[in-house]
């Protein structure tokens, strides 16, 4: 029969070794988990940027092509507005512009 070691002996010459393999090991893990995450991170905070620029350049876009459209049913034959309509479609442009502005400015400082 064999001789009988009792568990807590095991214990006090196993557990030094385990600390100094597993430190290492575990520590690893979590440095390399850690950085995973923060790229992971990164990455998603880029493509939010993205979508938001891609939005703010899509605003833009179709505000520029309502304020052209206004412009071309002007041009093309419409009929000539008041002076005072005139000042009006001029006003509602330049806010046109303005927001454009604001909607293309506002995505490049996300």
């Given at each position: 029969m064999p001789p009988v070691i009792p568990p807590f002996l095991v214990g006090l010459i196993v557990s030094?070794?385990?600390k100094r393999l597993l430190k290492p090991l575990v520590r690893g893990v979590v440095k390399t988990s850690v950085g995973i995450v923060l790229e992971v991170k990164q990455a998603a905070h880029e493509a939010g940027e993205n979508i938001h620029?891609?939005?703010a350049e899509v605003?833009?876009?179709m505000v520029a092509a309502q304020s052209s459209g206004?412009?071309?049913?002007?041009?093309?034959?419409?009929a000539p507005s008041a002076e005072k309509g005139e000042a009006v479609d001029r006003g509602d442009d330049e806010a046109r512009g303005q927001r454009a502005r604001a909607v293309a400015t506002a995505g490049k400082a996300h």
């Open positions: 030094p070794l385990a620029d891609l939005a605003a833009a876009d206004d412009g071309h049913r002007a041009a093309d034959g419409a």
